[in-house]
C-alpha cells in the first residue's frame, strides 16, 4: 500500500475514527490492528519477518535488562542481533535464500520467478536497526525491558514509518503510544497539511524530476556536459523529496492519532560542510548511528588500547585522532553497506563521505590558513561553502544512483565530454515543455519553504511549515490547503495508467 495513494488516506481514515471512537486503553491495540492489516496487505513474507524479529528481539532484550548473570545477557544480545542483521544481509545482499527459489515460487507464485522479489519485506534496514537498538537500550540499562509484547510489537510494526522510516528509540516512543490522547484540531491541522505537503514533494516534484534523471543516467553517451550535470542535480532533487514526502506522510499520518515522531530532515542542501549536512538529512539514522556505533566503538576495549599505541607512536595529540579516524571508517562503510550491499553504495553514500570528512579533519591546519584572508561570516564566504559542499554531495550521487562503479565513471567522465546536443534538446529526455514549467516553479517553492525552515544551528529544532500556516487566520489556511490539494490533483502525477513509483528508500 502506496503512502501516497487514496487507499492510504482511506485506510488512516478508517483506523482514526475507530481509534478515537474507542478510549485511550484501546487506542495502542487499535495501531497494532492497523499496522498488522497494512503489513499483511504488503505480503505475508513481510508480516513473517517483522514478526520474527519483533520475537527475538523482544525475549533478547527481556533477558538484557534481567537480574542474570552480565555474560549471559551480552551473549543473548548478541545472538539476536547477529541473527536479524545476518537475516537481513542475507535477503537484501547475498541472494541465499534463492537456494530454495523453486519450492518457494511454488506457493508464492512469484510473477518474475525470483523469491528476494516476493521476500524482502518493507523497510527490512529501518525496523532491524530500530529494533536492534531497543536491545542494545535494554543491555546497557538504558531502559527497562517491555512486559507486554503487543506494546512491543507496535513499535515494531508501527505503520506510518515501516516503509522508510524515521528511526525511534523505544524509550521515546513507547511514551508516545501510551500518553492519553483526546481528538485535536491542532493536530488534525499539522497532520494534514504535512501529508498534502508529503504528496505534492512526490507526486508534483519527485516524479517529474525522475523521467530526465532516468533518460541521462541510462544513456550517458547520448546525455553528456551540461545534461549530465542537470541529470545529477535533479537526482538530488528527486531523492530529497521522495525521501522527505515519505517522512511528511509518516509524521502528518502520526500526528492525525496524536504522536510525535522525530523530524528527520533541516534543510540539508543548504549544509556548508559535509559534517553538517549529515546533521541535516537522514537524522534519525545519524543517530542512532552515533549512539549505537559510533560512541560504543570509541569506549570498547580494542580502540582504547588502538589510541594508547598511537599515542606513543605519534604524540598525544596526533594520536588520540587514530581511533576516532578508525571509527569513522567502520561508521561510514557500515553506511554504505546499510543502503546496499553493492559497491556504488559503500562508495557513494560511505567511503567517500568518510575521506570527506576524516581528510577535513586532518587537513583542518592548511584549511585554517587559507581561511584566513577570507571572512567566514560573511554571506559570500557562506555561499561558497555551501555550494562546494553541495558539489560535493553531487559526486557521490554519480554512484548512488548509477547501475554500477564503472557506469557512474563513465557518468562522471561525460560530464566533461562535449557531445552533440540531442535533437530536441531536453525535450528528447520525454519531458514535455509544461512538465518543465511545474517542475520549475514547484522547486522554487520548496527553496523556498527550505529557507524558512532553515537554521544555522543543525542542531535546533527546524521551522516547520504547519508553524507559518498556523500564525495565519482560519481563512486563508483553508485557502492555502485548498490550492495545494488542487495543485496534486491538476499536477500531480498519479491516476489510471500510471504507477507512480515507489519510493527510493523503501527500495533501500
Same mark, same amino acid.
Given at each position: 500500500?502506496?503512502?501516497?495513494?487514496?487507499?492510504?488516506l482511506?485506510f488512516?481514515?478508517?483506523?482514526?475514527?475507530?481509534?478515537?471512537?474507542?478510549?485511550?486503553?484501546?487506542?495502542?491495540y487499535?495501531?497494532?490492528?492497523?499496522?498488522?492489516?497494512?503489513?499483511?496487505?504488503?505480503?505475508?513474507?513481510?508480516?513473517?519477518?517483522?514478526l520474527?524479529?519483533?520475537?527475538?528481539?523482544?525475549f533478547?532484550?527481556?533477558?538484557?535488562a534481567?537480574?542474570?548473570?552480565?555474560?549471559?545477557?551480552t551473549?543473548?544480545?548478541?545472538?539476536?542481533?547477529?541473527?536479524?542483521?545476518?537475516?537481513?544481509?542475507?535477503?537484501?545482499?547475498?541472494?541465499?535464500l534463492?537456494l530454495?527459489?523453486?519450492?518457494?515460487?511454488?506457493?508464492t507464485?512469484?510473477?518474475?520467478?525470483?523469491?528476494?522479489?516476493?521476500a524482502?519485506p518493507?523497510?527490512?534496514s529501518?525496523?532491524?536497526?530500530?529494533?536492534?537498538?531497543?536491545v542494545?537500550?535494554?543491555?546497557?540499562?538504558?531502559?527497562?525491558?517491555?512486559?507486554?509484547?503487543?506494546?512491543?510489537?507496535?513499535?515494531?510494526?508501527?505503520?506510518?514509518y515501516?516503509?522508510?522510516?524515521?528511526?525511534?528509540?523505544?524509550g521515546?516512543?513507547?511514551?508516545?503510544?501510551?500518553?492519553?490522547i483526546?481528538?485535536?484540531?491542532e493536530?488534525?491541522r499539522?497532520?494534514? =497539511?504535512?501529508?498534502?505537503? *508529503?504528496f505534492?514533494? !512526490?507526486? %508534483? /516534484?519527485?516524479?517529474?524530476?525522475?523521467?530526465i534523471?532516468?533518460? @541521462?543516467?541510462?544513456?550517458?553517451?547520448?546525455?553528456?556536459?551540461?545534461?549530465?550535470?542537470?541529470?545529477?542535480?535533479?537526482?538530488?532533487?528527486?531523492?530529497?523529496t521522495?525521501?522527505?514526502?515519505?517522512?511528511?506522510?509518516?509524521?502528518?499520518?502520526?500526528?492525525i492519532?496524536g504522536i510525535?515522531l522525530?523530524?528527520?530532515?533541516?534543510?540539508?542542501?543548504?549544509?556548508?560542510?559535509?559534517?553538517?549536512?549529515?546533521?541535516?538529512?537522514?537524522?534519525?539514522?545519524?543517530t542512532?548511528?552515533?549512539d549505537?556505533?559510533?560512541?560504543?566503538?570509541?569506549?570498547?576495549?580494542?580502540f582504547?588500547a588502538?589510541?594508547?599505541?598511537?599515542?606513543?607512536?605519534?604524540?598525544?595529540?596526533?594520536g588520540?585522532?587514530?581511533?576516532?579516524?578508525?571509527?569513522?571508517?567502520?561508521?561510514w562503510?557500515? =553506511?554504505?553497506?546499510?543502503? *546496499?550491499?553493492?559497491? !556504488?553504495y %559503500? /562508495?557513494?553514500?560511505?567511503?567517500?563521505?568518510?575521506f570527506?570528512? @576524516?581528510?577535513?579533519?586532518?587537513?583542518?591546519?592548511?584549511?585554517?590558513?587559507m581561511?584566513?584572508?577570507?571572512?567566514?561570516?560573511?554571506?559570500?564566504?557562506?555561499?561558497?561553502?555551501g555550494?562546494?559542499?553541495?558539489v560535493?554531495?553531487?559526486?557521490?550521487?554519480?554512484?548512488?544512483?548509477?547501475?554500477?562503479?564503472?557506469?557512474?565513471?563513465?557518468?562522471?567522465?561525460?560530464?566533461?565530454?562535449?557531445?552533440?546536443?540531442?535533437?530536441?534538446?531536453?525535450?528528447?529526455?520525454g519531458?514535455s515543455?509544461?512538465?518543465?514549467?511545474v517542475?520549475a516553479?514547484?522547486?522554487?517553492?520548496?527553496?523556498?519553504?527550505?529557507?524558512?525552515?532553515f537554521?544555522?544551528?543543525?542542531?535546533?529544532?527546524p521551522?516547520?511549515?504547519?508553524?507559518?500556516?498556523?500564525k495565519?487566520?482560519?481563512?486563508?489556511?483553508?485557502?492555502?490547503?485548498?490550492?495545494?490539494?488542487?495543485?496534486?490533483?491538476?499536477f500531480?502525477?498519479?491516476?489510471?495508467?500510471?504507477?507512480?513509483?515507489?519510493?527510493?528508500?523503501?527500495?533501500?
Amino acid at each position: 500500500m502506496s503512502l501516497v495513494s487514496a487507499v492510504f488516506l482511506g485506510f488512516v481514515a478508517v483506523v482514526a475514527l475507530i481509534y478515537y471512537l474507542l478510549p485511550n486503553k484501546a487506542k495502542p491495540y487499535v495501531l497494532l490492528a492497523g499496522s498488522v492489516a497494512f503489513l499483511a496487505v504488503a505480503g505475508a513474507w513481510t508480516l513473517g519477518f517483522v514478526l520474527f524479529t519483533a520475537i527475538t528481539t523482544f525475549f533478547a532484550g527481556k533477558i538484557a535488562a534481567g537480574k542474570g548473570e552480565g555474560r549471559s545477557k551480552t551473549v543473548a544480545a548478541v545472538i539476536a542481533i547477529v541473527i536479524n542483521i545476518a537475516l537481513m544481509c542475507a535477503v537484501k545482499y547475498y541472494g541465499v535464500l534463492d537456494l530454495i527459489t523453486t519450492d518457494i515460487n511454488n506457493v508464492t507464485k512469484a510473477a518474475d520467478g525470483s523469491f528476494l522479489a516476493v521476500a524482502v519485506p518493507l523497510g527490512m534496514s529501518f525496523y532491524t536497526l530500530q529494533m536492534t537498538g531497543y536491545v542494545l537500550d535494554c543491555l546497557w540499562g538504558i531502559i527497562p525491558a517491555e512486559k507486554n509484547f503487543f506494546k512491543y510489537l507496535l513499535f515494531a510494526c508501527y505503520f506510518p514509518y515501516m516503509t522508510s522510516g524515521p528511526l525511534n528509540h523505544y524509550g521515546e516512543l513507547s511514551k508516545e503510544f501510551t500518553k492519553p490522547i483526546t481528538l485535536e484540531y491542532e493536530n488534525i491541522r499539522k497532520g494534514i =497539511v504535512r501529508i498534502a505537503w *508529503g504528496f505534492f514533494l !512526490k507526486l %508534483v /516534484i519527485a516524479e517529474r524530476a525522475s523521467v530526465i534523471v532516468n533518460a @541521462v543516467y541510462g544513456d550517458h553517451q547520448t546525455y553528456t556536459g551540461p545534461f549530465v550535470l542537470l541529470g545529477v542535480t535533479l537526482f538530488a532533487l528527486q531523492l530529497y523529496t521522495d525521501f522527505m514526502a515519505c517522512m511528511e506522510v509518516a509524521i502528518g499520518t502520526s500526528y492525525i492519532f496524536g504522536i510525535k515522531l522525530p523530524e528527520n530532515f533541516n534543510s540539508p542542501y543548504m549544509a556548508l560542510s559535509i559534517r553538517e549536512y549529515w546533521q541535516r538529512w537522514h537524522i534519525t539514522l545519524g543517530t542512532w548511528l552515533r549512539d549505537f556505533l559510533y560512541y560504543p566503538l570509541l569506549k570498547s576495549a580494542p580502540f582504547i588500547a588502538i589510541g594508547d599505541k598511537a599515542k606513543k607512536a605519534f604524540g598525544k595529540k596526533n594520536g588520540k585522532k587514530v581511533p576516532v579516524y578508525l571509527a569513522m571508517l567502520v561508521l561510514w562503510t557500515a =553506511v554504505g553497506y546499510w543502503h *546496499g550491499g553493492l559497491w !556504488k553504495y %559503500v /562508495i557513494g553514500s560511505g567511503l567517500l563521505h568518510c575521506f570527506y570528512i @576524516v581528510g577535513g579533519m586532518i587537513a583542518e591546519p592548511l584549511f585554517a590558513k587559507m581561511r584566513k584572508p577570507f571572512k567566514p561570516d560573511k554571506l559570500p564566504y557562506k555561499i561558497f561553502c555551501g555550494v562546494r559542499t553541495f558539489v560535493l554531495v553531487l559526486i557521490g550521487f554519480f554512484f548512488f544512483r548509477a547501475a554500477n562503479v564503472p557506469d557512474a565513471l563513465q557518468l562522471f567522465r561525460a560530464l566533461f565530454t562535449a557531445g552533440a546536443m540531442p535533437e530536441g534538446g531536453i525535450l528528447a529526455t520525454g519531458i514535455s515543455l509544461p512538465d518543465i514549467i511545474v517542475l520549475a516553479v514547484s522547486t522554487v517553492m520548496l527553496i523556498a519553504v527550505d529557507i524558512y525552515k532553515f537554521r544555522p544551528d543543525q542542531n535546533a529544532e527546524p521551522r516547520l511549515v504547519t508553524d507559518l500556516t498556523g500564525k495565519l487566520p482560519v481563512a486563508v489556511r483553508i485557502l492555502l490547503l485548498a490550492l495545494l490539494i488542487i495543485a496534486i490533483a491538476v499536477f500531480g502525477k498519479y491516476g489510471l495508467g500510471y504507477d507512480s513509483a515507489s519510493f527510493i528508500y523503501a527500495r533501500i
